[in-house]
């Protein structure tokens, strides 16, 4: 049997030179500066980062992206899925930052969706050592379901892009089961998975290529980030919260941690993933030099075959 032809492209994100959503504090550099880097660094695509941080304006924001050849691929929108009075609020802004990629780019990047993580105290502090009493209550992932199946809806109504859900340390879909719950209560034809390997490794998952394998149908995009197995031990060990992981380098530059990334660019490439790879090394606000970190996580990954 002949194997799927695989064409993926690589970007990177703005929040691999600090500009997180988290409204930390710290000077982000600008966006002029973020996408030349990018660009200079051998990057296809970038992701949007915060409303905001790039121009919310289509025709200008398209200007800035083809003055680069870059691509615009994704942007990610946190809310609090647990909070049906944040639910509202939260559409409201997933379907703006849709329409802006939808006019600026038209039906290629993908709306990002994730829990508002780092936002409840208990997540945030147990990010990385989550057991299944932590965890919600099965019968809260049908409600919690719905309510990102309704957002992906009506982005996808509004604008025409896919919704994908990034699972991610420090919120409530951060471990292995709540992966799969979260995907076993939300409709496969309106949301995908953002397959993220650092943040899957740092909330205890093991194997990633199971994983792919079993959802190869809901993965429609993936964060290429790794994960420092030594300051994962610390972090569990000293009962570090999820920020004091993030300022201790937790997310290390690719290679340097312990995700198999030949095993996964393998698993993707048999299934014939034909999607972006966004590479992301969450660092804070002056945190190390962003521009050379991008550098060597672009050339890892052409040492691992992608041109």
């Not at 083809?66 to 049906?84: D, N």
């Not at 919600?136 to 409600?143: D, G, M, S």
């Not at 994983?211 to 290429?224: D, G, S």
């Not at 995700?259 to 034909?274: H, I, K, M, T």
């Amino acid at each position: 049997m002949t194997k799927p032809i695989s064409r993926i492209r690589i970007a990177n994100a703005p929040c691999s030179w600090g500009a997180l959503e988290f409204g930390l504090p710290g000077e982000t550099l600008g966006y002029t500066q973020v996408l030349n880097e990018i660009r200079e660094t051998g990057y296809a695509g970038t992701e949007l980062g915060d409303w905001g941080f790039m121009p919310a304006e289509p025709a200008a924001l398209r200007r800035e992206l083809a003055a680069r050849q870059l691509a615009l691929v994704g942007a990610f929108v946190p809310i609090a899925f647990t909070q049906q009075e944040a639910c509202a609020e939260g559409a409201t802004r997933a379907v703006q930052t849709a329409r802006l990629m939808a006019e600026t780019a038209g039906g290629t990047p993908f709306l990002v969706l994730a829990d508002d993580n780092g936002k409840d105290p208990s997540r945030t502090r147990l990010a990385g050592r989550v057991t299944p009493e932590h965890s919600l209550p099965p019968e809260e992932w049908t409600a919690y379901g719905e309510r990102v199946n309704r957002i992906a809806q009506a982005v996808r109504q509004e604008t025409g892009l896919r919704s994908v859900f990034h699972h991610h340390c420090a919120g409530y879909v951060e471990a292995p089961w709540e992966i799969e719950a979260l995907l076993g209560s939300t409709d496969p034809q309106l949301v995908g998975l953002c397959f993220d390997t650092g943040h899957y490794r740092f909330g205890g998952g093991t194997a990633p290529v199971e994983l792919l394998r079993r959802y190869r149908e809901r993965v429609w995009h993936v964060h290429f980030k790794d994960c420092s197995p030594a300051l994962h031990e610390q972090s569990c060990r000293n009962g570090w919260d999820y920020f004091e992981s993030i300022r201790r380098g937790i997310f290390c530059e690719l290679g340097r941690g312990d995700v198999p990334f030949a095993a996964v660019l393998e698993e993707l490439r048999d299934s014939g993933y034909n999607g972006w790879i966004v590479v992301e090394q969450d660092v804070l606000p002056g945190m190390g030099s962003p521009k050379e970190c991008a550098r060597r996580n672009r050339e890892f990954l052409t040492r691992c075959g992608c041109e």
